[in-house]
């Protein structure tokens, strides 16, 4: 499976953005899917995931409450919803497919990755 992420942009402290991440060349149902972020100098890390039905979520707790994930398995698309922005949250963002039963926070579960897409939250 191709992914390919967008959304991403220049926003202000307190904003919101909606990320998109689209499949081509498998169903996404068949894959539970993750979103996860980069910050410079940090190591990857788990904003949140989905079950392949969507009836399950999981999020980091740097950004529960503020942060939704949603699918739409007949367009092939993945969503996060970032509210209430705030400057740590800048980072390249990566949606991630995997073969894991649960909406894994673990990144070793995901095994296709999009190119990312940079969200910079200005103070």
């Known amino acids: 499976v191709q992914l390919q992420a967008c959304g991403g942009g220049l926003v202000q402290a307190g904003g919101c953005l909606r990320l998109?991440?689209?499949?081509?060349?498998?169903?996404?149902?068949?894959?539970?899917m993750g979103w996860f972020r980069q910050a410079p100098g940090k190591e990857r890390e788990f904003v949140g995931a989905?079950?392949?039905?969507?009836?399950?979520?999981s999020y980091s707790d740097s950004v529960k409450g503020r942060f939704t994930i949603s699918r739409d398995n007949t367009k092939n698309v993945v969503y996060l919803q970032m509210m209430s922005l705030k400057p740590e949250d800048t980072a390249v963002y990566y949606c991630?497919?995997?073969?894991?039963?649960?909406?894994?926070?673990?990144?070793?579960?995901?095994?296709?990755w999009g190119q990312g897409t940079l969200v910079t939250v200005s103070s």
């Open positions: 991630a497919a995997g073969w894991a039963v649960t909406a894994t926070t673990k990144i070793a579960a995901y095994h296709y």
């Open positions: 998109s991440c689209a499949a081509s060349g498998r169903t996404l149902s068949s894959y539970v």
């Open positions: 989905i079950s392949r039905s969507g009836g399950t979520t």
